[in-house]
């Protein structure tokens, strides 16, 4: 059998980015052995294209996944909170070249058990993440599941939806072109010495913040009333916290009816300011509309995308690993500050939405009673949030990151 082998465009930026990996924790209750729940783990792995391969970059510096005969994700069996085992394992670089995409550890208690996923973002996006849970539970039931084959964004599709202008191209173009004269092809090892630098003093810390009852019936009832999405009202809660203008980065998905294990998202940028002289009404029907206009244009959802595809990859690299070791390269300094790594251009407000997580909460022999998914805080945010609901009940998780 051919194995698949794509090449990888948006993912790009997460390539030599430190803190890159997503949280997902599903809380199981009912007659759900640890042995049991590993044995499904590991079938979800080898159902996907995508946690069947590993990450290859070659001589000229592209970026593929190619398919191998053996997955190399793994899963743990460990009796230590979640968050614990996190900190300690963010520290720890998932070996993508070998296929270690995914970490799993299954945390049995007294009466439930949690399942925590560790994902590296190259590997899929947020709501990719619940079909991997999804297929764990079917598995779990004896239930069969397709074998999915990973669908990527190529350059060509980038391309074809627009976002940038003239201007914006023909500076990338000559950017790109500066970068030849310095231009190195990085390496695994580059990576590592990165990850080790940037892990030496920092932990990440998680903070939550529960939304239910007549509370949740509250913001729904206030969304319908102003006549604007649960997203812009959120988002505006947040901005309260602000004074003058800040860049907004909101996560968007582009995987329409997809159901693969993969990458398929961009994310909005558009700025916006909360007026403490106005009403919470005025300033979330001016954020609803702000947003509206982004989600629908094709140029807004596609700029990160089409931006990717005009840049010289190995640059981003550049520009990645100089943000985190302080290499001196003017082409690597200038896409730093194009790219929001740091200055003007850096995103303050991160907000991830994925919305009603699509996880079933009942099954004949237990059910799911939590699920916790917390975006990777990326190099280009300053504060990134995370809003789920599940079972009816909103959850706000804040990523943030301190000093050890």
């Known amino acids: 059998m051919e194995r698949h082998t794509v090449e990888l465009l948006l993912e790009r930026t997460f390539l030599f ?28 792995y080898t159902q996907n294209s995508m946690t069947m391969s590993k990450a290859v970059l070659d001589e000229n510096g592209t970026l593929t996944m190619e398919e191998m005969e053996e997955t190399g994700c793994k899963v743990f069996v460990d009796n230590r909170d ?21 970490r799993t550890f299954i945390i049995p208690r007294e009466k439930e058990t949690d399942v925590f996923f560790m994902i590296h973002h190259i590997t899929c996006d947020g709501n990719a993440i619940f079909l991997l849970a999804e297929d764990v539970l079917s598995n779990l039931q004896g239930k069969e599941v397709a074998y999915r084959k990973s669908r990527v964004m190529t350059k060509d599709e980038a391309i074809k ?6 201007i914006q191209k023909s500076g990338l173009k000559k ?17 590592y010495k990165v990850h080790k630098e940037y892990w030496k003093d920092k932990k990440t810390e998680i903070t939550f913040k529960e939304i239910v009852g007549s509370e949740l019936e509250n913001v ?9 999405t649960v997203n812009s009202y959120m988002v505006t809660k947040l901005m309260e916290n602000y004074t003058g203008t800040i860049k907004l980065g909101i996560p968007t998905s582009v995987r329409g009816e997809d159901r693969s294990i993969s990458c398929l998202v961009s994310s909005v940028l558009e700025y916006a300011k909360y007026d403490h002289n106005k009403s919470f009404e005025a300033n979330v029907k001016k954020v609803n509309k702000i947003l509206k206009n982004a989600l629908q244009n094709d140029g807004s959802i596609y700029y990160i995308p089409q ?10 690299d550049a520009a990645y690993l100089q943000n985190c070791m302080g290499n001196e390269c003017k082409a690597a300094d200038t896409m730093r500050k ?31 009673t939590r699920v916790i998914p917390v975006a990777p805080h990326i190099a280009t945010s300053e504060t990134v949030f995370t809003i789920s609901t599940f079972n009816g009940r909103m959850l706000i998780a804040e990523n943030n990151i301190a000093k050890k």
């Open 17 to 44: 980015d430190p803190n890159i990996y997503m949280v997902v924790v599903m809380t199981l209750e009912g007659d759900v052995g640890t042995e049991e729940l590993c044995e499904a783990v590991k079938k979800a």
């Open 82 to 102: 979640w968050q614990e085992i996190m900190n300690e394992n963010e520290r720890i670089p998932f070996r993508i070249n070998e296929g270690e995409l995914v």
């Open 161 to 166: 939806k627009g976002g940038l202008n003239f």
């Open 175 to 191: 950017l790109s072109q500066s970068w030849q004269n310095e231009k190195k092809i990085f390496n695994w090892d580059d990576y």
């Open 220 to 228: 729904r009832e206030e969304c319908k009333k102003y006549g604007v």
């Open 307 to 316: 931006f990717v595809a005009f840049s010289d990859p190995t640059l981003l």
């Open 338 to 368: 194009v790219l929001g790594l740091y200055g003007e251009e850096r995103i303050i407000l991160g907000v991830t939405n994925l919305g009603v997580v699509s996880i079933p909460a009942d099954y004949e022999k237990f059910k799911v």
